[in-house]
């Protein structure tokens, strides 16, 4: 799982044809999670570009902080992630139940960190991270201690830039809060 980190030179969107670079062939795919309806958006690798039906992934750029799966279903790709820095602090409202979140960073993030704010999770609130693996790791919010915990103990997790998480989440209005790393 992975986010858009980046944006296009002087726009707030990027498309896949832009953001993403890789010997990616005929048949790959990435799918976009959309949080607002639940479903993805299917893009496939076809004629050199990135694609949505018969349409070029320039009519369909994604917004920074957009979370996708990237599936090249018989060989392994080196992903580089390119394009242009967003200013300014991360800030993210759920809107209950399952969420797929990308800080927008080009920079890993510590879930515990102070740079980081998790405002109104309940008890038992959950993120997923799917390691190298492919197993996922589970961690619960314990609003006595506003941390994220791996069983009785504080969770020591760092996200790699452009790394993406599951967040399931019982409010409709907890916002999490990351303060820029680059101002």
């Not at 190298?132 to 009785?152: A, L, Q």
Request: hydrophobic letters at 35%; aromatic letters at 12%; one cysteine or more.
């Amino acid at each position: 799982m992975l986010g858009t980190v980046f944006q296009g030179l002087g726009q707030e969107t990027i498309s896949l044809n832009e953001l993403l670079d890789g010997a990616f062939e005929e048949g790959d795919e990435v799918q976009v999670f959309h949080n607002d309806t639940g479903t993805y958006a299917v893009f496939k690798f076809s004629g050199g570009e990135w694609k949505t039906g018969p349409f070029s992934a320039d009519r369909n750029p994604l917004s920074v902080g957009d979370s996708f799966w990237i599936n090249t279903p018989d060989h392994s790709v080196d992903v580089t992630l390119k394009g242009s820095v967003k200013r300014g602090d991360f800030l993210f409202q759920t809107n209950g139940g399952f969420q797929m979140v990308c800080v927008d960073f080009p920079t890993e993030i510590k879930l515990n960190d102070g740079n980081v704010e998790w405002s109104g999770f309940q008890n038992g609130d959950e993120i997923q991270i799917v390691d190298e693996t492919g197993t996922y790791r589970r961690y619960t919010f314990s609003t006595s201690s506003g941390k994220w915990m791996t069983g009785p103990f504080e969770a020591n997790v760092t996200l790699a830039a452009g790394k993406s998480f599951w967040l399931r989440s019982a409010s409709a209005d907890a916002t999490i809060r990351v303060k820029s790393p680059l101002e």
